[in-house]
T-cell receptor, first 112, second 116 residues
Framework: LAKTTQPISMDSYEGQEVNITCSHN???????ITWYQQFPSQGPRFIIQGYKTKVTNEVASLFIPADRKSSTLSLPRVSLSDTAVYYC?????????????FGSGTRLLVRP | GAVVSQHPSRVICKSGTSVKIECRSL??????MFWYRQFPKKSLMLMAT?????????EQGVEKDKFLINHASLTLSTLTVTSAHPEDSSFYICSAFSGTTYNEQFFGPGTRLTVL
């Protein structure tokens, strides 16, 4: 079973900031939180990863509260090309690597 | 960044035939590779975990005799769909874990399999 819960879909307009929240109530101490983006008929693309507090890179920010039971992906000033499915995942350690169990994801539609 | 390729990108085959899909890590050595399948407008479903030089670990409900996985080197894993049926038609995606970037997997572009 997926360890995360996200909204099924979100709508936005070009230029707006989009925040997608993910719930992971049973996150383990060693788990990191990772977000991926997927376009139709393509493999998922890594967006950002974090453990706690705030992480920012050139495309997004990730906010993680102290209890780590949720996280919020923030996409600043979205464009039409940001229309995609966004997946929030927490790792499930298997030996020396992590098994990712995908939830339903959030289908983001950016309108002109 | 790390690149993972898949070949072929799409394949059409007749029922009863076998199809092999290759997954390669192009610029890093992958200690572990994963195979997923995805149906239209659905999420990715993990099929199996493949470690170099050892047998793959299959998720519950995935038939190991139908989906043969071989991870012969640190840069190549193959998935063979044996005796394919139309219900095996799906989008197959592999990912690779280098062991150096914590918890980050690099995904291939996917292979569209259509079984007639």
């Amino acid at each position: 079973l997926a360890k995360t819960t996200q909204p099924i879909s979100m709508d936005s307009y070009e230029g707006q900031e989009v925040n997608i929240t993910c719930s992971h109530n049973n996150i383990a101490t060693n788990d990191y939180i990772t977000w991926y983006q997927q376009f139709p008929s393509q493999g998922p693309r890594f967006i950002i990863q974090g453990y706690k507090t705030k992480v920012t890179n050139e495309v997004a920010s990730l906010f993680i509260p102290a209890d780590r039971k949720s996280s919020t992906l923030s996409l600043p000033r979205v464009s039409l090309s940001d229309t995609a499915v966004y997946y929030c995942l927490v790792g499930d350690k298997v030996d020396s690597s992590y098994k990712l169990i995908f939830g339903s994801g959030t289908r983001l539609l950016v309108r002109p | 960044g790390a690149v993972v390729s898949q070949h072929p990108s799409r394949v059409i085959c007749k029922s009863g035939t076998s199809v092999k899909i290759e997954c390669r890590s192009l610029d890093f050595q992958a200690t572990t590779m994963f195979w997923y399948r995805q149906f239209p407008k659905k999420s990715l479903m993990l099929m199996a975990t493949s470690n170099e030089g050892s047998k793959a670990t299959y998720e519950q409900g995935v038939e190991k005799d139908k989906f043969l996985i071989n991870h012969a080197s640190l840069t190549l894993s193959t998935l063979t769909v044996t005796s394919a049926h139309p219900e095996d038609s799906s989008f197959y995606i592999c990912s690779a874990f280098s062991g150096t970037t914590y918890n980050e997997q690099f995904f291939g572009p996917g292979t569209r399999l259509t079984v007639l």
